[in-house]
């Protein structure tokens, strides 16, 4: 697997929000990683809700193999260093174990749980990443 980074396009949103149905909002970006070998996508970040000092982060991921090619170092990269924020907040569905128990070894920490707010019985656990407790994902690491 060769993965590339891109800017988001119209496919790779179409093939993000097949995956993570999050609404296209005004302040929206994001990124797709691509694998040359296929020509597909195989990940992807969206960003929105944008304030002075934090944004909204939503990941899809197909393969371990996008994390040790870089890109969630690439999107923490773009958040904390170009665009200058210091939070990012993440909402993941309770039922989600794999999201869960990864965005703590990259540095989130649970700050609430909204009971029910996915759909009965599917709690919204809201995460934070601060820029100083980002973990860099080192490519053997991932």
Known sequence: MNIVF?????????WFNAKVPVLCVE???GMVARDT????IVGGCVLDNW??????????VASPMVLRAGFFDLCADFVFNDRKRRIVYASVPDSYESALGFLPKVGFTEVAR?????????DCVIMELRKENLVHISKEAA
């Open 51 to 60: 304030t002075d000092t934090s944004v909204m982060v939503h990941f899809a």
């Open 37 to 40: 070998s296929t020509d597909e």
């Open 114 to 122: 909204l009971k029910d707010a996915f759909k009965e019985g599917i």
């Open 6 to 14: 891109q800017r988001m396009t119209k496919e790779g949103w179409d």
């Open 27 to 29: 302040d929206s970006c």
